[in-house]
């Protein structure tokens, strides 16, 4: 077996991050760790996407150069931005970089996330996570409350 095979069981909180700066992946890991997540590791652009359609991550962070060069040439972002809602719509979307101010919403509309966080603020990452989180959970309730009702009922569409 696999010693890198993490089960996600139902009351785990996991989270997937996306990093080519050690650093920044070791303080995001710590961040996440204190909140209580499960942080899963992606190295690669694929061994994200292998592991994005596995497990429903209730936080994915993804670094703006991560296995690229320029952000234009990130497989990663280029591929959660292509994706339909319906597929990440259950995770909170945080892109962390160094080309634009922290919580910009134009940014993070243009970059099809929830939130962007400059590097420069990465010791906050703790408490802005929880902020991005909770604005998303107060921007879902209601869908999700109604989508619960739905599913609990066995109603078809």
Do not use: C
Request: net charge negative; no cysteine; aromatic share 10%.
């Amino acid at each position: 077996m696999n010693g890198s095979f993490d089960f996600v069981g139902s009351e785990d909180k996991p989270a997937l991050i996306a990093f080519s700066t050690p650093e920044w992946l070791d303080a995001t890991k710590t961040a996440l760790n204190e909140l209580g997540y499960k942080v899963h590791t992606a190295a690669t652009h694929s061994d994200f996407l292998i592991r994005f359609s596995q497990a429903r991550y209730q936080v994915v962070i993804v670094e703006e150069l991560f296995g690229a060069n320029t952000p234009d040439e990130n497989l990663t972002l280029k591929a959660l931005q292509n994706m339909s809602v319906s597929q990440r719509r259950h995770a909170t979307m945080l892109l962390i970089g160094n080309s634009f101010q922290t919580f910009t919403p134009m940014e993070a509309f243009k970059n099809s996330v929830h939130a962007v966080i400059n590097s420069s603020e990465i010791f906050l990452l703790k408490q802005l996570v929880e902020k991005a989180v909770a604005e998303n959970d107060v921007f879902l309730h209601s869908f999700r409350e109604i989508q619960n009702r739905v599913f609990t009922s066995g109603t078809r569409f």
